[in-house]
């Protein structure tokens, strides 16, 4: 029954829109047609109201996707403290249980001499990036506050942290930095630049002048090395791996050190900052000191 009122209205409907629109058939062509009547306008609010409706689900979907990779990282942080706390409450005990293990005395030597450099090695790199870093966002803060970003402190803090991941923490902040200018000054003002600007200098005089200064050649590794292992452990670990990389490296070349089976290993780990011999000077024959090549015997 309802389908039928609605049909009829339907058709009802049809017919008054097409009285009113079309010309009587018995009008006389002299006669000037009547006007019909205007038709009602759109509402102009629809395009706007499906943009809003658009915009509206997509900010969603992002504010979703944000929500859940910090929680993703919040996991993770988590799950990379508590691991670090259990390892260190328990590193007496690992550590005995390990050289216990050892059948021979010399290899339990070299081992808990390995471990006990490690542990040395991984604390002087941490505590001379800590130093470095909180130095870095405080310069950081304090530019950014100069040029007029809000939350100086917030990004100070957030520069401090992400620069321990080596490469793509760096680049994380400019790119942060970049969207809060555009945010804050707006995408047609060029000073939406300044801040990643202002940050990517101060990085640069960081890394190329004051870590090396300060880390000297003991605690210097290979940027092939380094890069591939907060890749390798960013991807196995996220970004709870990527903060633990370089000493994990660290781990892994004073190992190295004390095998002469790894020495290939170890070359290919540490980073020299003397000039690498040339090729030509690798294939010359060595010759013993003060003494004359050999000949083979019965040569004239």
Not at 15 to 25: E, H, I, M
Not at 199 to 226: C, D, Q, T, W
Not at 227 to 240: D, E, N, R, T, Y
Not at 288 to 296: C, I, L, V, Y
Request: charged share 15%; proline share 8%; aromatic share 6%.
């Amino acid at each position: 029954m309802r389908q039928l009122v609605t049909s009829i209205e339907h058709l009802r409907s049809s017919v008054l829109d097409a009285t009113l629109g079309a010309p009587a058939a018995n009008a006389p062509l002299s006669r000037k047609p009547r006007a019909a009547p205007l038709p009602a306008p759109a509402p102009v609010a629809a395009p706007h109201d499906s943009l809003a409706d658009k915009l509206a689900s997509e900010g969603f979907t992002f504010t979703r996707v944000v929500i859940g990779e910090m929680l993703a990282f919040t996991l993770s942080a988590a799950a990379t403290v508590i691991l670090l706390y259990f390892l260190l409450a328990s590193e007496h005990w690992l550590v005995s249980r390990t050289v216990e293990a050892l059948p021979r005395r010399r290899t339990r030597a070299l081992v808990l001499g390995g471990i006990r450099q490690a542990q040395r090695e991984i604390g002087l790199y941490l505590g001379t990036m800590s130093l470095i870093n909180i130095v870095l966002g405080a310069a950081t803060g304090v530019v950014l506050a100069l040029i007029g970003l809000p939350n100086p402190v917030l990004w100070a803090t957030t520069v401090s942290i992400l620069n321990f991941v080596p490469y793509l923490g760096p680049a994380l902040n400019a790119v942060m930095l970049l969207l809060a200018g555009s945010m804050a000054f707006g995408a047609a003002d060029a000073t939406m630049f300044a801040p990643p600007a202002a940050f990517l200098a101060l990085h640069a005089l960081e890394a190329n002048f004051i870590s090396p200064l300060v880390m000297g050649k003991r605690l210097r590794l290979s940027p092939v090395s380094v890069f591939l292992s907060v890749m390798v452990w960013g991807w196995i670990w996220g970004i709870a791996g990527a903060l633990v990389a370089v000493p994990i490296l660290l781990a892994l070349r004073t190992v190295c050190k004390r095998s002469p089976r790894l020495r290939l290993a170890r070359v290919y780990l540490e980073g020299d900052a003397t000039e690498p011999p040339s090729l030509r000077s690798l294939l010359r024959v060595k010759r013993r000191s003060g003494r004359p090549a050999e000949h083979p015997a019965g040569a004239e």
